[in-house]
């Protein structure tokens, strides 16, 4: 018996600590039009956001459904092992109670469900925490407890670089659109108890890097020494300036390097640059 790590394809996790750690990734779904994509399996990041620049409407997302859980944990439950499951934000997505619905339907088993009130990189911050406590062969009661306090830590900042798929989305007029983009002004988001809200802005994308480490600094946040997940969505190179921006300060443990897939991509949009750490 052991216990199994699930999350779903908005954690948007490396690949290789997928491989590593065993991590099961349940895909969300992208639609444009009639054309249906399987988050992370049907399309790759360049090709979503290749597409995505090409259509004037926005794509839509759908979340999984309780029978593709019912699927993927009765075929673990039936192996004697333990489940764990951290989703997308309950406020963002109803993923989380598909979960929950699949859990009460299989009613067999432990399946251990928790909303990470959170999403891309910061889900997979927490994902990672749980995936490493159970190859270390903690309980499933220890990890979820852990995850369930470490949650309420996370640390999330995003900067919207290009506001077209707000405007396109129906968030923002054309006109502010059209503004916030003459001027350069760059929305800085983060998650609070489970949704997303702006918590700043800055004129340029330099500008909103160094205003986000201000904003750490002022929590008592130090990234010296901690695990840092930095996120880009089709903008490797921004990646890269905040990530030496980072290092002028601060020597972290490790940083991971996400890249923000379709689900994430379709609201985030091209540019979109992020950190997560837990405070």
């Known amino acids: 018996m052991s216990v199994r790590i699930i999350t779903d394809s908005t954690s948007d996790l490396p690949g290789y600590l997928i491989e590593k750690y065993n991590i099961i990734v349940v895909s969300l779904k992208v639609l444009f039009g009639e054309e249906e ?47 764990i499951g951290i989703f997308i934000s309950s406020k963002l997505s109803g993923t989380y109670n598909s979960a929950v619905m699949a859990r009460e339907i299989i009613n067999k088993g432990r399946i251990y469900v928790i909303d990470s009130n959170s999403a891309t990189f910061g889900l997979g911050l927490l994902v990672v925490e749980a995936a490493e406590m159970a190859a270390a062969g903690k309980s499933a009661e220890d990890i979820v407890q852990t995850i369930e306090i470490l949650k ?68 008592h946040v130090d990234l010296n020494n901690k695990r840092i997940c930095i996120a880009q969505a089709a903008a490797p190179e921004s990646l890269e300036e905040f990530r030496q921006i980072i290092l002028k300060e601060y020597v972290p443990k490790e940083i991971v390097v996400f890249s923000l897939g379709p689900v994430i991509g379709t609201h985030a949009g091209a540019g979109c640059i992020g950190i997560s750490c837990f405070g």
């Open 37 to 83: 994509y399987r988050d992370g399996v049907d399309i790759t990041n360049e090709e979503f956001y290749a597409k995505m620049a090409r259509h004037k409407e926005l794509p839509t997302t759908a979340q999984v459904n309780p029978g593709e859980f019912v699927e993927e944990f009765t075929k673990h439950v039936d192996q004697g092992d333990e489940i």
């Open 152 to 219: 309420d830590q996370v640390q999330f900042y995003g900067v919207i670089d290009n506001l077209e798929n707000l405007k396109k989305g129906g968030r923002l007029s054309a006109t502010s659109a059209f503004a916030g983009s003459i001027l350069g002004i760059k929305p800085i988001i983060s998650i609070k108890d489970g949704a997303v809200i702006v918590v700043g802005k800055a004129r340029g994308r330099k500008k909103a890097f160094f205003w986000i480490l201000e904003n750490l600094k002022n929590n």
